[in-house]
């Protein structure tokens, strides 16, 4: 089992920035790649960036690229996100997922594609 725990949400004007920490726990950190989703109320969870389990890929959703940034750090057990120029439409409880670097592909955007989850993190961005 891998155990997954979201921090750094906040309550934050547009413009602003935050980092998420996602820490895990459990299995061997290295042997997943990690993706970050968010849920906006009303609405499905989508895919917002994902990282190989050596760091040296990273995907992102086109509604955040370039203002976001993954990154892992396999020492710390811990996956990061980045978020620069938040807008109200970033608004979203924010998760972290892991996924076996046994499957077939390296990373996947699709929410059934992960193994473990975290319980969120609350990010409202005010206008």
């Known amino acids: 089992q891998v155990q997954l725990v979201e921090s750094g949400g906040g309550s934050v004007q547009a413009g602003s920035s935050l980092r998420l920490s996602c820490l895990s726990s459990?299995?061997?950190?290295?042997?997943?790649?990690m993706g970050w989703f968010r849920q906006a109320p009303g609405k499905e969870r989508e895919f917002v960036a994902a990282?190989?389990?050596?760091?040296?890929?990273?995907n992102y959703a086109d509604s955040v690229k370039g203002r976001f940034t993954i990154s892992r750090d396999n020492a710390k057990n811990t996956v990061y996100l980045q978020m620069n120029s938040l807008k109200p439409e970033d608004t979203a409880v924010y998760y972290c997922a892991a996924r076996d670097r046994g499957r077939a592909t390296p990373w996947s955007y699709a929410v059934a594609q992960y193994d473990y989850w975290g319980q969120g993190t609350q990010v409202t961005v005010c206008s």
């Open positions: 990282i190989t389990w050596s760091g040296g890929s990273k």
């Open positions: 459990g299995r061997t950190f290295s042997n997943y790649a």
